[in-house]
């Protein structure tokens, strides 16, 4: 039939067909006609071809005046482009479609709707290919309308996606690229609309787009119509997920953050007469505190987001959407991730501000750097000449319309927006950093006014007044010698740990529960445990909202934990992640929500109720219970091994047998999936019994404060007396060779986490003598660390083979 060359549905394209329909059409008619059989839902729909679009411009004598005015656009400054443009789309605008179109987009339209029950709507979006270059990449230059309803709709639609060809910034972007504009043709792409008005909407990524980091997918979605995620005009619920637990058939959600959707796109009602009827209103409360997506849902979208990168062999951008009507999911678009796909980043260059003052605004962190410069607020690219180069550009949302501008800029700074907005993506493909949805910042900042702005803080960025003053540290990867001695981290905020797994190490030597206790969940293991009996009502009021979501108060806390972990394990693996169990003091422990009632007053809490003594009391054991649980998730739920524990401050050989004993009731069983149980060494009964402890446990870490602490007799909060606190004392260094030699004895491996390895060439040396399986550092000490202990080897392999040791130790 005559039609069939302007219009062909999906399952007559595929991705070799890109000169016919353009990229997202060919890539849309992919996912139909190869994910469908898969199981994967993708809205049915068809094209129009690069030939329906040459005849609209040939029947209606277009080429020669589009030409001639073209050619009178300003070279360098685009001066008169506006008013070309708009010439240019007049043209379009007041042409008439070919019968031959309009009469193929009409019989395809009523196939398409023949095959629903109820009336359907149907998405319009701008697929543009370069008939001598198919692979060219025109995305966000074109326009895409929503709800069109009925032929005369579609028919409007499809002649404004051929207008919108001449839009500014799609001039620009053709003759800043060298493309013949008359060279470019447009496909429209026609596909049912998904009801997510009625429902959510989002994109993910395949692995995670601020690092390129292949173990995480990252999701965003929002109440209502896709357009809100895709243009950044909210702040979308943000979910990861671990990408080899889908393929082993773990449970793959390991981090979920709520975003305050405040609008919600919606369908128009009643539509316009104009084609595209929608409309953005505000969230109801209820749904801005409610996640978009269900765990099972996302779990399956990340099955889907695997299948469709293994279908393409490479990490992929994703749009989904769910139907209001039906709770379908569907995949909507799949295109290839360009930012880190293929790079494999051998430099780090680190921020580090060494001076803070109060924030003016927070928001999403993009990129990792920190940059001090004059604010512009810039409402529309028609100011964009207020920006200079090197201006932080501070403004409300951004679209394609603002690319020449944002190139101008040192850093973005949003009001709305997630880190899959249009600032996010152009921040990343400019190599800048940004910080989005901040909500306030055009409030709170002032045009002229200089500031600083970090987003080396990890997921959170900040901005704050007056230049502040930084470090900066280039790490050559390549060029860093690695010693055999495994060099690990010390890591405090799960934030971080994207940006701190592309360190040279081995793994975390010590993730400290503390922080994710104090920060995230901020109450009492007990408090929750025993809500009923808790006293304080402003404790109890706090509580309620925090845990408002959840079915108990105790699941708040497990969840929460077993997230932090589980985001830190994924952000590493398979690499070693060593979780130490909670060691709050009790008067750290009494400034939780709730904590007050639960604590006893100690005088000297270092020396007190802490660490194994407290899993087993009856005062805190539902707390452990807690612990445990959020653990056993992390390593059986998600099937992230690599995750150990570790028990601080066992002051006895019963002590420990009764904490193993316990975990394994509360479903931690000592090698079930190859669990390791490590203990501190921090005590000097750990020293003096560390055979004795080897039979417990599986391996040791060094706490070298508290063990220095604890052999001189040292308060080491006590500032009178802490001139004498010294790891290099030599009664420290006996007790530190001793047990390092007990435990290689036994077979067991034992570490070190510290400062003075970093900081005393002479103290690395020591232990990397003394044969010590591991080294932890925090990440601002971790080069000179890693400086410290290739020289200490070094040395040691130039000595004869039975070097001394640098202290004799008795036997």
């Known amino acids: 039939m005559a039609h069939e060359a302007y219009a062909l549905f999906f399952r007559d394209l595929a991705n070799d067909k890109v000169a016919l329909v353009g990229g997202k059409n060919a890539s849309l008619s992919e996912m139909f006609n190869r994910l469908t059989p898969q199981g994967i839902q993708v809205p049915n729909g068809f094209a129009t071809t690069a030939a329906a679009y040459w005849l609209f411009l040939d029947e209606n004598h277009l080429r020669e005046p589009l030409a001639a005015l073209l050619a009178q656009v300003e070279a360098g400054d685009f001066g008169n482009l506006q008013q070309v443009g708009a010439q240019a789309r007049a043209l379009l605008q007041a042409a008439r479609l070919p019968a031959p179109v309009a009469t193929a987009i009409c019989q395809a339209y009523q196939e398409l709707r023949a095959g629903y029950p109820v009336e359907i709507q149907v998405a319009v979006r701008s697929s543009a290919t370069a008939e001598d270059l198919p692979t060219a990449s025109f995305a966000g230059q074109h326009d895409s309308f929503l709800n069109v309803r009925g032929e005369q709709e579609l028919l409007q639609a499809c002649q404004r996606c051929f207008v919108s060809l001449f839009n500014d910034r799609a001039i620009k972007y053709r003759l800043q690229h060298g493309f013949d504009h008359l060279r470019v043709a447009l496909s429209v792409g026609v596909q049912t609309m998904v009801r997510s008005d009625l429902a959510s909407a989002g994109v993910a990524f395949t692995i995670e787009p601020e690092t390129g980091h292949e173990n995480l997918m990252y999701l965003t979605g929002s109440w209502g119509l896709g357009e809100n995620v895709v243009q950044g005009a909210v702040n979308p619920d943000e979910f990861y997920l671990f990408k080899p637990a889908v393929r082993s058939g773990n449970q793959a959600l390991v981090s979920r953050k709520l975003g305050d959707k405040a609008k919600t796109m919606v369908y128009a009602q009643p539509a316009g007469a104009e084609a595209g009827g929608i409309e953005n209103t505000d969230t109801p409360a209820e749904k801005r505190a409610t996640f978009v997506l269900t765990d099972a849902e996302v779990e399956q ?349 066992c002051r006895t050989v019963a002590e420990g047998r009764q904490v193993v004993a316990l975990m394994e009731e509360f479903g931690l069983k000592r090698g079930e999936q190859g669990l390791q149980v490590y203990v501190m060494a921090e005590i000097p009964s750990n020293v003096i019994l560390a055979e004795e402890f080897a039979a417990v446990f599986d391996g040791f870490s060094i706490g070298s404060n508290d063990l220095t602490q604890l052999t001189l007799g040292i308060d080491r909060d006590s500032a009178i007396v802490s001139h004498l606190f010294d790891e290099n004392n030599e009664a420290v260094l006996r007790m530190l060779a001793q047990v390092i030699r007990t435990a290689r004895a036994c077979g067991r491996p034992i570490g070190l986490c510290g400062q003075a390895p970093s900081d005393y060439p002479a103290f690395a040396r020591f232990l990397v003598e003394q044969g010590i399986s591991s080294i932890s550092f925090t990440p601002d000490a971790l080069l000179k660390g890693l400086d410290n202990m290739v020289q200490a080897e070094q040395d040691l392999a130039r000595q004869a083979p039975t070097a001394e040791a640098v202290l004799a130790v008795p036997a």
């Not at 360190?503 to 293991?525: A, C, D, K, W």
Request: charged share 20%; glycine share 8%; proline share 5%.
């Open 301 to 649: 979208l990340g099955r889907w987001f695997v299948q469709i990168e293994d279908h393409y062999g490479m990490p992929m951008d994703i749009e989904w959407a769910k139907d209001g009507l039906t709770n379908t999911l569907y995949i909507v678009q799949a295109r290839p991730e360009t930012i880190h796909h293929g790079s494999k980043a051998l430099r780090l260059h680190e921020y580090h501000l060494t001076q803070k003052g109060p924030a003016l605004a927070t928001g999403k962190a993009v990129g990792s750097q920190i940059a001090a410069g004059i604010a512009r607020l810039i409402a529309s690219p028609a100011e964009g000449h207020r920006l200079q180069p090197g201006d932080i550009l501070v403004t409300d949302i951004t679209s394609p319309d603002w690319n020449t501008v944002l190139k101008k800029a040192a850093v973005i700074v949003t009001n709305k927006g997630g880190r899959t907005s249009h600032a996010a993506i152009v921040a990343r493909e400019l190599g800048l950093s940004a910080v989005v949805g901040t909500l306030n910042a055009t409030d709170r900042i002032q045009d002229g006014q200089r500031i600083t702005v970090s987003c080396a803080e990890g997921d959170e960025g900040q901005v704050f007044a007056g230049e502040l003053s930084w470090q900066e540290t280039d790490l050559d990867l390549a060029q860093v010698a690695l010693p055999r001695t495994s060099p690990l981290l010390i890591l405090a905020d799960p934030d971080r740990a994207l940006q701190l797994a592309r360190y040279p190490s081995q793994g975390v030597g010590l993730m400290r529960m503390e922080f994710v206790i104090n920060n995230t969940i901020r109450v009492h293991p007990m408090a929750l445990v025993a809500f009923d009996t808790l006293q304080d009502a402003a404790a109890r009021q706090e509580i309620e909202q925090l845990t408002a979501h959840y079915p108990s108060k105790p699941e708040y806390f497990v969840d929460k934990l077993a997230q932090a972990i589980g985001f830190v394990a994924a952000a590493f693996y398979p690499r070693e992640v060593i979780v130490r169990l909670s060691d709050f003091k009790t008067n750290e422990y009494a400034n939780l929500l709730g904590g007050r009632q639960f604590e006893p007053t100690e005088e000297n809490p270092m020396l007190g109720f802490r660490g194994a003594s407290r899993y087993y009391s009856p005062q805190y054991r539902e707390g452990f219970r807690l612990e445990c649980e959020a653990l056993r998730r992390v390593r059986l739920n998600m099937g992230l091994t690599n995750v150990k524990v570790m028990v601080p401050f």
